[in-house]
């Protein structure tokens, strides 16, 4: 195995650096929730630790709007404030960090044959003709952001003309053999891949190349190709209970009938989009996900939301993923930190990090600072402010604000605003969110692909659930990888998850978080160059020689908590998120987290929503 050493960036990172300072899109290893961002906020929530915040120095610095988290959430509420009270608007953002963007994050890697940018987590948009409000729509606009132009920058054509498909590849631990099964011709939920260009096999010879028994594989069969009513004897309104409260594994058990070896092929068919297994993943939900069973149900239409999810091509995609929205947000908030105006020049538009947090801009934006705690107090005016704790380097301070909007992970805020209510501080606490890794790797060539016939492999019991080719997007003066020859980022998913163990959603998240937090970056290494060397040797993979680079985005909080009828109560669920966003005086609260919806739209909506209550207190005169 390649020495660890050899993953990590170069002393001058990338092209794009700005060569005074590290850059941290450039850096590979550990990224994400990297070490040295989470500890401070660890001290506070789990490990008990408390400070004397009064005793903290008080910066001689005011600001209009203090955000704390500067994800796509917090830099939508700070944009969102300085287009209401124009640029002369005093605004700091806070984030623990050592980039901008949260979970849409961006990844560089300099390669001798060019550039290469991946992403690092936020990956596309989802729907957005169909399901984002005229309100998100508008604020990206004034980012200057086409959907149209970003739809027509992706080449969906790409990888069907080159006669590559989608396959499952079942690893010999669990199967007893390495293989590559390719031909799937199925389609996903937030499909980029046109249907009528699959280059799908008949599902018989498909599955007829599986590793199972000709009775698992007649079983299978029939599960795909005949429409049977699993459900007979039951009402339509019957039906559709007992599939928001059971689970697609307990359908394919106890309704299909399906055995144990071939139920584990759909076992981490959810990981992706879910960020839980079949076991956790209720049959309702299952049936969005285009899996198979529901046919001969006789059921209604999914709502327009779902159906759009299913239908619509998922193809709204910057080659950096969301980082390149909170881009464009942070130029707009911060000119001097890039050129640039557009949303095609900001894919390799140069970012002078030095300029984020400087005395002369009326924004700043401050790194490796995680916000400790946010106090309602009165200004020396006789007007409502708030105090502002955030710990940087080891050292405490505070910063004082007439607003707060807090756009961080929504778990943590009991811990960081003791003025919330103890019912708010329980509705707060529910939104425990889905640890989930995407790593990008970077490989020498991708014939091995091309030898098997795939772009994007589907493993439902490898570590990574889902090893893709790039998407393959030329956009801003950039260009995805043409020659199978060249270098080429793959794009890999990894859910910690609890196969099997009967816990809710919730508690397998966070004993998954546990042990993703108890992984250090060379067991990732070791568990990715195995991995890929068991599916791709076959077809000439030498992970020794053809992994040039590897970064390892771990996000223990990753998706937004979203409501899940095997545990939830849907009207219940309603009424604990609208108790877990209210304002706390001058405090709101953002992120996705308090719409529990893992979404950018969703990010981009409760970033703003916080800041017109903000406003509208101010309009009302509070104090």
Same mark, same amino acid.
């Given at each position: 195995?390649?020495?660890?050493?050899?993953?990590?960036?170069?002393?001058?990172?990338?092209?794009?650096?700005?060569?005074?300072?590290?850059?941290?899109?450039?850096?590979?290893?550990?990224?994400?929730?990297?070490?040295?961002?989470?500890?401070?906020?660890?001290?506070?929530?789990?490990?008990?630790?408390?400070?004397?915040?009064?005793?903290?120095?008080?910066?001689?610095?005011?600001?209009?709007?203090?955000?704390?988290?500067?994800?796509?959430?917090?830099?939508?509420?700070?944009?969102?404030?300085?287009?209401?009270?124009?640029?002369?608007?005093?605004?700091?953002?806070?984030?623990?960090?050592?980039?901008?963007?949260?979970?849409?994050?961006?990844?560089?890697?300099?390669?001798?044959?060019?550039?290469?940018?991946?992403?690092?987590?936020?990956?596309?948009?989802?729907?957005?003709?169909?399901?984002?409000?005229?309100?998100?729509?508008?604020?990206?606009?004034?980012? /200057?952001?086409? =959907?149209? !132009?970003?739809? $027509?920058? *992706?080449?969906? &054509?790409?990888?069907?003309?080159?006669? +590559?498909?989608?396959?499952?590849?079942?690893?010999?631990?669990?199967?007893?053999?390495?293989?590559?099964?390719?031909?799937?011709?199925?389609?996903?939920?937030?499909?980029?891949?046109?249907?009528?260009?699959?280059? /799908?096999?008949? =599902?018989? !010879?498909?599955? $007829?190349? *599986?590793?199972? &028994?000709?009775?698992?594989?007649?079983? +299978?069969?029939?599960?795909?190709?005949?429409?049977?009513?699993?459900?007979?004897?039951?009402?339509?309104?019957?039906?559709?209970?007992?599939?928001?409260?059971?689970?697609?594994?307990?359908?394919?058990?106890?309704?299909?009938?399906?055995?144990?070896?071939?139920?584990?092929? *759909?076992?981490?068919?959810?990981?992706?989009?879910?960020?839980?297994?079949?076991?956790?993943?209720?049959?309702?939900?299952?049936?969005?996900?285009?899996?198979?069973?529901?046919?001969?149900?006789?059921?209604?239409?999914?709502?327009?939301?779902?159906?759009?999810?299913?239908?619509?091509?998922?193809?709204?995609?910057?080659?950096?993923?969301?980082?390149?929205?909170?881009?464009?947000?942070?130029?707009?908030?911060?000119?001097?930190?890039?050129?640039?105006?557009?949303?095609?020049?900001?894919?390799?538009?140069?970012?002078?990090?030095?300029?984020?947090?400087?005395?002369?801009?009326?924004?700043?934006?401050?790194?490796?600072?995680?916000?400790?705690?946010?106090?309602?107090?009165?200004?020396?005016?006789?007007?409502?402010?708030?105090?502002?704790?955030?710990?940087?380097?080891?050292?405490?301070?505070?910063?004082?604000?007439?607003?707060?909007?807090?756009?961080?992970?929504?778990?943590?805020?009991?811990?960081?605003?003791?003025?919330?209510?103890?019912?708010?501080?329980?509705?707060?606490?529910?939104?425990?969110?889905?640890?989930?890794?995407?790593?990008?790797?970077?490989?020498?060539?991708?014939?091995?692909?091309?030898?098997?016939?795939?772009?994007?492999?589907?493993?439902?019991?490898?570590?990574?659930?889902?090893?893709?080719?790039?998407?393959?997007?030329?956009?801003?003066?950039?260009?995805?990888?043409?020659?199978?020859?060249?270098?080429?980022?793959?794009?890999?998913?990894?859910?910690?998850?609890?196969?099997?163990?009967?816990?809710?959603?919730?508690?397998?998240?966070?004993?998954?978080?546990?042990?993703?937090?108890?992984?250090?970056?060379?067991?990732?290494?070791?568990?990715?160059?195995?991995?890929?060397?068991?599916?791709?040797?076959?077809?000439?993979?030498?992970?020794?020689?053809?992994?040039?680079?590897?970064?390892?985005?771990?996000?223990?909080?990753?998706?937004?908590?979203?409501?899940?009828?095997?545990?939830?109560?849907?009207?219940?669920?309603?009424?604990?998120?609208?108790?877990?966003?209210?304002?706390?005086?001058?405090?709101?609260?953002?992120?996705?987290?308090?719409?529990?919806?893992?979404?950018?739209?969703?990010?981009?909506?409760?970033?703003?929503?916080?800041?017109?209550?903000?406003?509208?207190?101010?309009?009302?005169?509070?104090?």
């Amino acid at each position: 195995m390649a020495p660890v050493d050899l993953l990590r960036a170069a002393p001058r990172g990338s092209e794009l650096a700005h060569q005074t300072l590290e850059y941290p899109p450039a850096l590979t290893g550990m990224r994400g929730s990297h070490e040295g961002s989470y500890e401070d906020a660890h001290h506070i929530s789990r490990d008990g630790k408390s400070y004397d915040y009064n005793e903290a120095p008080l910066l001689d610095e005011f600001y209009d709007l203090i955000v704390v988290g500067a994800g796509i959430s917090g830099l939508a509420a700070a944009y969102h404030y300085q287009q209401q009270l124009g640029p002369d608007a005093k605004i700091l953002l806070l984030d623990n960090h050592d980039d901008f963007g949260g979970h849409a994050r961006r990844n560089e890697f300099t390669t001798p044959d060019g550039l290469l940018i991946g992403y690092g987590g936020s990956e596309s948009l989802q729907s957005p003709r169909s399901i984002f409000s005229q309100e998100v729509l508008q604020f990206m606009s004034s980012l /200057g952001v086409n =959907i149209d !132009e970003l739809e $027509n920058s *992706f080449n969906v &054509n790409f990888y069907p003309d080159l006669g +590559l498909g989608r396959g499952v590849y079942f690893d010999a631990k669990t199967f007893g053999v390495d293989k590559v099964v390719a031909g799937d011709p199925g389609y996903n939920v937030a499909d980029e891949i046109p249907r009528d260009r699959i280059n /799908g096999r008949p =599902i018989a !010879e498909f599955i $007829n190349d *599986f590793p199972f &028994n000709d009775q698992d594989k007649a079983d +299978l069969l029939a599960l795909f190709e005949e429409d049977v009513d699993y459900l007979a004897g039951m009402t339509t309104d019957e039906k559709s209970d007992w599939l928001d409260t059971h689970s697609y594994a307990q359908f394919l058990r106890e309704k299909v009938g399906l055995s144990e070896h071939v139920m584990l092929y *759909f076992q981490r068919s959810t990981d992706d989009f879910m960020a839980v297994g079949i076991d956790a993943t209720c049959c309702s939900d299952a049936r969005m996900c285009a899996l198979p069973g529901f046919e001969g149900l006789g059921l209604p239409d999914m709502d327009e939301e779902s159906q759009a999810e299913l239908d619509d091509p998922y193809t709204f995609h910057f080659p950096d993923g969301n980082a390149s929205l909170t881009r464009l947000m942070v130029r707009k908030l911060i000119p001097a930190v890039a050129p640039g105006t557009t949303m095609h020049d900001v894919v390799l538009a140069k970012f002078d990090y030095s300029q984020l947090d400087k005395p002369e801009h009326n924004v700043r934006l401050r790194l490796n600072s995680t916000g400790l705690n946010a106090q309602n107090i009165t200004l020396e005016d006789g007007s409502a402010g708030v105090v502002v704790a955030y710990i940087q380097k080891q050292q405490l301070h505070r910063v004082r604000a007439r607003h707060t909007v807090m756009a961080g992970y929504n778990m943590m805020i009991p811990h960081m605003v003791p003025e919330a209510s103890k019912e708010q501080k329980q509705a707060l606490r529910e939104n425990v969110k889905a640890p989930l890794v995407y790593t990008s790797v970077v490989i020498r060539n991708w014939q091995s692909f091309i030898k098997l016939g795939v772009h994007d492999i589907y493993c439902p019991t490898a570590p990574y659930c889902m090893v893709k080719l790039d998407f393959p997007v030329n956009m801003g003066g950039y260009k995805h990888p043409t020659s199978p020859d060249k270098p080429v980022v793959l794009h890999m998913v990894y859910v910690p998850n609890l196969a099997g163990s009967a816990l809710s959603a919730r508690e397998q998240s966070r004993k998954g978080r546990a042990m993703l937090l108890g992984m250090s970056f060379a067991e990732h290494e070791k568990m990715i160059r195995e991995q890929l060397q068991d599916m791709l040797g076959s077809a000439g993979f030498n992970h020794e020689e053809d992994v040039m680079a590897i970064t390892v985005n771990r996000w223990s909080h990753g998706y937004s908590y979203s409501v899940n009828t095997l545990f939830d109560d849907e009207d219940e669920a309603d009424k604990i998120i609208e108790t877990a966003r209210q304002p706390i005086g001058n405090i709101t609260i953002a992120n996705s987290d308090s719409d529990w919806s893992p979404y950018a739209h969703s990010a981009i909506e409760q970033g703003i929503r916080a800041v017109d209550e903000l406003l509208a207190m101010r309009a009302g005169g509070a104090k």
